[in-house]
């Protein structure tokens, strides 16, 4: 829907609510009176379990309703209002932690057939530029995509599916220029620059077979689920494309793809708790899939495999939660002909299996820390790549190539920056290829990390990561940032971030904390915090609110918390429960309207996440949601200050979720703090697509949380 002002005379404003949104915004630009925009209620009546719901604002729902434009407009308008004060300190951090990124710069190219490809970025600009270079990295630069002359004329941007043919001639790419994830998949020659006619809509992901002509794509239903996967030959009519799999169960996802090794094409199925994967030869991109082991949802079966050689190393459940590795023949990979490798261990989680020609690297997590060992292909001999600090991230990197010694992995803590390393197996020597450059005089050693463990009301010990400035006391006056996720089994990562420098400095405390219903430590914890157990999460983060305060690491009346999604959710759930233990809420896109969400079917997501949430058309489920839903449980009573934003495109969590919860705050809280509702206009779930847009979204959201705490510089 495209925006428009308040101030101009279009029909639609002349509506009564229209006529009160513009009154009061007026009155506020002019006058100063900051006088909230106040949503007209339109109560609409649910029948579920011998109760009857009353929702005031589902009329919200109506994205092409101009009511409903109007009133987000309003919303934003007086949050620019209230929010005027603070452009002095908008713009001082802003260039604060733009003086620390280096803006002309390039990632580490990575190797794929022959080319070196890569993505760079020029000041002033605010996308990427992905380039390659053939056979050497003197050679000359041919870029492929410039996602800056791809975004004129648009808002948004973002860039999806990046896959180039074995023969280096083909580039398939898909964008995205509204933030609801539709993307368009186009096909360009590399070798003359010219877009092929080509053209598929609503792409999840691409592929090309080895003869560079056949392309794999997978496609969406109407509520955004991957279902269906598509064969294309080059020049044929779309009409023409192959149907190769149709995953029908709306619980499951489909998906397909090729594995590094480059021999085998695999096509999956998965839903929250189970999955089952077919294959064929990629040499032989017309072949009849052939099924690996049949899923089994009683018994909540998850598989996961890469391919080496003659056989699949396949990580499975079938003996633990937290899965064990086997492998299995090419020829018959059956489950009877399934062979342990690494046996189940309840300490330790099994998240990926990536394999190479003479060696397989198996991400673990322990004790909440993620873990790569390394093993031997021919001798079976492994190791784990050894991290120097006690609080860190680690993954396996971009690695295109399936015959190498050198494994490429991604390092990075409270602390030290984003670094890419080149791990050669035969040497056992990493070397350190980029490390994120922070400009400005940053001294690693100025700054402190640490572990520690919070009980829960039940007795659980929750790790809580903490990073602070050196010379630090915890004399209970500093203000402290609380952070956390808590669904879908996501485990929750430290990282390095330049912006959060800027509270660091100003003598913050970030607390990052890895609650249940994340999959920090491993399946078990991602199962005691969903569905009938998900009030575990909120305890949790509830419970570490308590001991910073109580272990004087934040002062009582200083404690900042923030989530996203269904990090929202978790914003919602805590606040209703304790908004005394919180001075300033920050919610990103948040997922607070639970019921009517998980009632609406046709919306993206909701069926798959039955497994997540449960099912409210279920008695027993629909009274657990309806005991923390957020927005269900919003009371006469103070509140702390909020900022909740939304974006218009979102098709993960739409905007009338967070649009709603405000509306519903403002008419019942009894408190006189700040709530502010910003809306963003033309993006989708992850906010603002330029990095220069979303830098100064951060200093927005920091200057809010700063003066709310009375820090002005």
């Given at each position: 829907m495209k925006r428009f002002s308040l101030w101009l005379a279009l029909p639609a404003l002349f509506s009564l609510l229209n006529l009160n949104l513009i009154a009061q915004t007026n009155n506020a630009m002019t006058t100063g009176t900051l006088t909230p925009p106040s949503a007209k209620r339109a109560p609409k009546k649910t029948?579920?379990?011998?109760?009857?719901?009353?929702?005031?604002?589902f009329w919200m729902r109506e994205k092409t309703n101009p009511d409903v434009t109007a009133y987000l407009e309003a919303e934003n308008a007086y949050t620019d209002s209230v929010m005027k004060p603070t452009a002095g300190l908008q713009e001082k951090l802003y260039k604060e932690m733009l003086g620390r990124i280096k803006q002309t710069d390039t990632q580490v190219p990575y190797r794929e057939n022959g080319y070196f490809y890569y993505s760079r970025t020029i000041e002033g600009q605010q996308y990427s530029i992905y380039a390659r270079k053939k056979g050497s990295l003197s050679a000359a630069e041919e870029v492929t995509v410039d996602l800056n002359k791809l975004n004129e004329g648009h808002k948004y941007t973002a860039m999806n599916t990046y896959a180039v043919s074995d023969d280096g001639n083909l580039l398939a790419y898909s964008i995205d220029h509204n933030g609801y994830r539709e993307y368009i998949l186009k096909i360009k020659d590399l070798r003359t620059g010219k877009e092929?006619?080509?053209?598929?809509?609503?792409?999840?992901?691409?592929?090309?077979a080895p003869d560079g002509k056949t392309l794999f794509y997978v496609t969406e239903d109407h509520a955004k689920r991957p279902h269906k996967v598509w064969r294309h030959t080059l020049g044929d009519a779309k009409e023409k494309d192959a149907l190769v799999y149709e995953e029908k169960d709306e619980l499951f996802r489909a998906g397909a793809g090729r594995t590094r090794s480059r021999g085998a094409i695999l096509f999956f199925s998965?839903?929250?708790?189970?999955?089952?994967?077919?294959?064929?030869?990629?040499?032989q991109p017309t072949a009849t899939p052939k099924l690996i082991a049949p899923r089994d949802a009683k018994?909540?079966?998850?598989?996961?495999?890469?391919?080496?050689?003659?056989?699949?190393?396949?990580?499975?459940?079938?003996?633990?939660?937290?899965?064990?590795?086997?492998?299995?023949p090419v020829a018959d990979p059956r489950p009877e002909n399934w062979k342990e490798i690494m046996p189940h261990r309840d300490g330790v989680m099994l998240e990926d299996i990536d394999a190479f020609a003479d060696f397989y690297v198996v991400a673990e997590r322990e004790n909440g820390l993620p873990k790569l060992r390394i093993t031997d292909a021919k001798s079976g001999?492994?190791?784990?790549?050894?991290?120097?600090?006690?609080?860190?991230?680690?993954?396996?990197?971009?690695?295109?190539e399936f015959k190498t010694s050198l494994l490429r992995y991604a390092y990075q803590s409270f602390t030290t920056p984003a670094s890419v390393y080149d791990y050669d197996v035969a040497t056992n020597k990493s070397t350190l290829l980029k490390q994120q450059e922070v400009l400005g005089g940053y001294d690693a050693k100025q700054y402190q990390s640490e572990r520690v463990y919070v009980?829960?009301?039940d007795g659980v010990k929750i790790p809580v990561s903490l990073v602070y400035k050196k010379g630090f006391k915890r004399d209970g006056t500093h203000p402290a940032h609380l952070y956390a996720y808590g669904s879908y089994g996501s485990s929750s990562n430290v990282?390095?971030?330049?912006?959060?420098?800027s509270l660091l400095d100003r003598g913050f405390v970030y607390a990052l904390a890895h609650i249940r219903g994340g999959g920090d430590l491993g399946k078990p914890?991602?199962?005691?915090?969903?569905?009938?157990?998900?009030?575990?999460t909120f305890t949790d983060f509830i419970a570490v609110g308590d001991h910073l305060v109580k272990e004087k690491y934040a002062a009582k009346d200083k404690l900042v918390i923030s989530g996203g999604s269904a990090g929202g959710l978790l914003m919602g759930a805590v606040t209703n429960l304790r908004p005394d233990l919180f001075k300033v809420v920050v919610s990103y896109v948040p997922f607070v309207d639970v019921i009517n969400t998980m009632l609406d079917e046709t919306l993206p997501l909701t069926v798959q996440e039955f497994l997540e949430w449960g099912n409210p058309k279920k008695k027993e489920e629909y009274a657990y949601i309806k005991s923390y839903s957020p927005y269900d449980n919003i009371a006469a009573k103070d509140y702390p200050t909020m900022l909740v934003r939304v974006s218009l495109n979102d098709s993960q969590v739409p905007y009338w979720e967070g649009a709603k919860y405000v509306a519903k705050l403002r008419a019942m809280k009894t408190d006189e703090n700040t709530l502010l509702l910003k809306a963003n206009m033309g993006a989708g779930h992850g906010g603002a697509s330029g990095r220069y847009d979303a830098l100064k979204d951060t200093a927005f959201d920091y200057a809010f949380i700063l003066t709310q705490l009375g820090i002005n510089q």
């Open positions: 029948e579920i379990h011998g109760e009857t719901l009353v929702d005031d604002y092929l006619a080509d053209e598929f809509g609503k792409v999840v992901s691409a592929f090309w998965s839903s929250a708790t189970t999955s089952e994967t077919s294959f064929i030869p990629a040499d018994r909540e079966h998850e598989y996961y495999l890469d391919h080496q050689g003659d056989k699949f190393l396949i990580l499975t459940n079938d003996k633990g939660r937290n899965f064990r590795l086997v492998s299995a001999k492994a190791h784990h790549l050894p991290f120097p600090e006690p609080v860190y991230s680690a993954s396996v990197s971009t690695n295109k009980t829960a009301p990282s390095f971030s330049l912006a959060r420098l914890w991602h199962d005691d915090g969903k569905m009938l157990k998900k009030m575990n």
